[in-house]
């Protein structure tokens, strides 16, 4: 007995989050005035938000942001070329496949960021080490999904390519791979999304580099308001990306 | 349904085939290694020579040190996950099963899921010290949002016809639960679970490699500060059989009782 | 409201539901009342956006009327009633369980002992005849088997009223034939009272005494047709003349419903509009 009315209740929820979110801030605000919360553990939110301009004034955030950026563009070109071509081998020599899919996905789930000690010992204590890391952690989701994409064609596209005599080539660039092409996407956009957060992860732990060193420097610098502030900062990169890709994928999605 | 079409191929290409490609991938893997090893083309002990790794990690194994360490990041990493656990599945559970609740809070989750939780680790130390409770509080907070997440679009995607049978047969609310929300949820549950052992792991092995005195990520950077490369290989070796072998044991359980997923 | 007989263990009576949706509200059903003698098997057949799938719900207690009641043996309906049974039209076998654990589900539910679970499970197992399929799992069996596990598990409940909601309409032609012989061989046998929603012309005349034929929307009961062809209905019966003459029979007086209901939706389509005509008829 639902009555649908879907236009028009979709901003009641969202506006309720946003109250919440709003109100815990208040409540966190009242609370630490009054002495219920320690000011010198966690900073008035006012605070903080004073300090979103001293960060994007003075501390430079935005120059920081794009040098994570270049890394994290950097590892994601790695990981698409790297990753698609892996994927694509191992889709073409089935016995490869066989062999290595189940250990790519061991190696999805291993902690792979761990090895940065070593890397650092290897590149040395700067962007590669970064990057590196970044690409390593990308590389398996993207090359998974592309070997699922590719072999999960629907049987009825690659006959249509065979009742035409398609060369192999030609049955790989015209069908396989186009019909891949948002799966392989969402393999890049996983891959994108662990290099990333690898990335700001390991530029917190070696304090080098842009969001992440920020962060770990305000930490240092116990300028709590600020790297709260940072900190905010990296979660709306983080939202910002999450919502591109989504973007991106509905509309390959309405274009498939 | 993929499982079934590799197990056919497995069989066209013959099991003993695929192992002995294994086999030779990893010999080939290894003679290079040594290769680089020997040319010294990398800086000296960067890459040391596989009898070196092999004499490191057998001296590791034999150290009662490795042991006592390994234990301490078991247990935090345990305690972090029946924290984030249960509290990522109430979480779950409340936004799945309540159509407003879910749209105006389950987006927060998606936005802070694929955040670094490390950078969160000055905040930790400062609530919950440089002790243990950090790292527990690391390893709780990654897990927390795999395990909310799956829970909520396992609740939603419970298939409508296998309530109403439920309902048809006039089951009581506990009932409904026990016999039909939660299994049906079980196989989302598990994957949940898995994604979260797998960040929760990372989480305290690095939050141990920042600020710790015991634990495996602290052994690590122990190795590094003291240049002992070989160790830190051999420890690199266990720690990652070790996050694997667990890994692969949630997955069992997963398909211990079968039917479902 | 005509006499109800004395017979009839359920009589529906003047149900009438409404649906809106934005600022249409539409009638799905406008006032239908039948009912049905014990042992009898009635069909309630209709084009889609008939509303019968919302008769179906209304008298299993899943979903309430606007206007008028559903009887059963004197007492009224609301809520899933205890001597009702339901089979739905999509899968429906817990994925989880084993055949047999999922035909002990309504027992299990009732609190009843294991002992009791185990053996009724075991006996309408091999009433719906797939005996030694207890420990599989449903993903191991065919369709057609699968809802024939979905039968046994409402039967094993012990239902005056067996409802089914077109329970074949997923299977192919020929499994659907030997299904529908099978589940009439077992009401015959148990003497159960059934009433099937179907869209299906040759199904609702193979297997039922009476045929309940609704308009299209708003849903009203157009005619019921009383099928007097001898049981078993066998292939014989079934290629018969008189058999033909039924469906022809029924097919006239659904086919202009049927073709209202194919313009509305062609209408419904072109319209922007929120939901649609199938969704309508929960």
């Known amino acids: 007995m639902t009555t649908r009315r879907d236009t028009g209740t979709t901003w009641g929820p969202i506006g309720l989050g946003l109250a919440t979110l709003v109100g815990v801030f208040a409540a966190v605000e009242a609370m630490i005035r009054v002495g219920w919360i320690n000011g010198f553990i966690v900073p008035l939110p006012s605070a903080v938000l004073l300090s979103f301009e001293r960060i994007i004034v003075e501390e430079g955030v935005l120059r920081r942001f794009l040098f994570t950026a270049a890394e994290a563009l950097a590892a994601g070109t790695l990981v698409a070329v790297c990753g698609t071509s892996l994927g694509v081998l191992l889709y073409r020599r089935q016995i490869l496949r066989l062999a290595c899919e189940n250990w790519v996905a061991a190696l ?149 | 349904m993929a499982r079934s079409s590799s197990m056919s191929a497995v069989a066209h290409f013959g099991v003993g085939r695929v192992a002995r490609v294994r086999m030779a991938i990893v010999v080939v893997l290894l003679a290079l290694w040594e290769a680089v090893a020997m040319s010294g083309w990398l800086f000296r002990d960067v890459v040391p020579r596989l009898e070196k790794i092999g004499r490191a990690l057998v001296t590791l194994l034999a150290k009662p040190d490795l042991y006592a360490n390994l234990g301490a990041t078991a247990s935090e990493v345990g305690v972090s996950i029946v924290i984030g656990g249960i509290a990522g599945v109430a979480v779950g559970l409340l936004l799945g099963g309540n159509r407003t609740l879910g749209k105006a809070f389950e987006p927060y989750l998606h936005y802070l899921g694929p955040t670094p939780k490390i950078i969160f680790f000055p905040i930790m130390i400062m609530w919950f010290g440089v002790g243990g409770g950090s790292k527990i509080a690391m390893g709780a907070i990654s897990c927390f949002f795999p395990m909310a997440i799956s829970t909520a679009v396992g609740m939603r995607e419970i298939d409508a016809v296998l309530v109403r049978v439920g309902k048809s047969f006039r089951a009581g609310v506990g009932q409904m639960v026990t016999k039909i929300y939660l299994p049906a949820m079980r196989p989302a549950m598990l994957t949940g679970l898995r994604l979260g052992l797998g960040v929760a792991i990372i989480g305290v092995l690095l939050a141990e490699t920042k600020l710790s005195n015991r634990g495996l990520g602290y052994m690590v950077i122990q190795s590094y500060t003291r240049f002992d490369i070989a160790e830190m290989y051999a420890l690199l070796i266990v720690v990652f059989l070790l996050a694997i072998a667990a890994n692969a044991l949630v997955s069992r359980l997963g398909a211990l009782r079968r039917g479902g997923a | 409201m005509p006499d109800m007989t004395p017979s009839a263990v359920l009589q529906v009576e003047g149900l009438v539901k409404r649906f809106s949706t934005g600022d249409e509200t539409i009638t799905a059903l406008d006032h239908v009342s039948f009912e049905v003698a014990q042992g009898e098997v009635l069909s309630v057949i209709g084009p889609s956006g008939c509303g019968k799938s919302t008769v179906f719900n209304i008298i299993g207690g899943l979903t309430d009327a606007d206007e008028g009641r559903v009887v059963v043996e004197g007492e009224a309906v609301s809520g899933p009633h205890p001597a009702i049974g339901m089979v739905f039209q999509e899968e429906s076998t817990f994925p989880w369980r084993t055949v047999a654990e999922n035909i002990a589900f309504p027992l299990e539910i009732a609190g009843k002992a294991k002992d009791e679970r185990v053996a009724r499970a075991r006996q309408y197992l091999a009433l719906v005849g797939l005996q030694g399929f207890d420990r599989h799992y449903p993903a191991e069996l065919s369709g057609g088997m699968r809802q024939r596990v979905a039968i046994a598990r409402t039967l094993a409940s012990q239902p005056k009223i067996l409802l089914m909601d077109e329970p074949f309409a997923a299977l192919d032609e020929q499994t659907r034939f030997l299904l529908g012989d099978k589940v009439m061989q077992i009401q015959q046998k148990l003497a159960q009272t059934t009433l099937l929603v179907t869209h299906n012309i040759a199904e609702a005349v193979q297997l039922s005494d009476r045929v309940v034929v609704m308009t299209y929307r708003p849903g009203r009961v157009k005619r019921v047709v009383a099928i007097d062809l001898p049981r078993p209905r066998t292939s014989e019966v079934v290629g018969s003349v008189a058999f033909q003459a039924f469906v022809a029979e029924i097919w006239n007086d659904l086919r202009e419903e049927a073709s209202r209901g194919m313009l509305d939706a062609e209408a419904h389509s072109r319209r922007v509009a929120i939901g649609t005509p199938a969704s309508l008829n929960e």
């Open chain 1, 108 to 256: 999805a789930a291993a902690p792979l960021v761990l090895i940065y000690p070593l890397f650092l010992v290897i590149f040395g204590r700067n962007a590669l080490t970064i990057v590196m890391i970044g690409f390593l952690s990308g590389l398996p989701p993207a090359i998974l999904k592309t070997v699922e994409g590719l072999s999960s064609t629907r049987r009825v596209l690659i006959d249509v390519g065979r009742s035409f005599n398609l060369s192999p080539s030609q049955q790989f660039r015209k069908i396989l791979f186009p019909a891949a092409l948002p799966t392989i996407f969402v393999g890049l956009r996983l891959g994108l999304m662990f290099a990333l957060i690898n990335i700001v992860g390991v530029e917190f732990l070696i304090n080098f580099g842009g969001l992440g060193q920020f962060v770990n420097e305000l930490a240092e610098r116990y300028d709590l308001p600020a790297m709260y502030a940072a900190i905010f900062f990296v979660i709306l990169v983080s939202v910002g990306f999450f919502l591109l890709t989504e973007r991106i994928e509905r509309w390959l999605g309405r274009v498939r």
